[in-house]
């Protein structure tokens, strides 16, 4: 898990512990301590907890009003 979470130093990822989701760009990686951060806000995750890791996607805003029809 360690050398998956490194090849991911300065993305954005999400990741799944136990029950909780967590979502930040990694900074470092300690020991066994994972650092996310987000909004000027350092999240500490031990990395033996995580179960899924995945790429974090932007999420395109929808504009207001109708939506054109596709030809």
């Given at each position: 898990?360690?050398n ?20 930040g ?15 000027d ?17 932007e ?13």
């Amino acid at each position: 898990m360690r050398n998956f979470l490194e090849n991911r130093l300065g993305k954005e990822i999400e990741i799944q512990c136990e029950s909780t989701t967590v979502k930040g760009k990694v900074t470092k990686i300690e020991g066994n301590v994972l650092h996310l951060q987000k909004d000027d806000e350092t999240c500490y995750v031990n990395i033996e907890k995580i179960v899924i890791v995945w790429d974090s996607r932007e999420k395109k805003a929808q504009p207001p009003g109708f939506l054109s029809k596709s030809k």
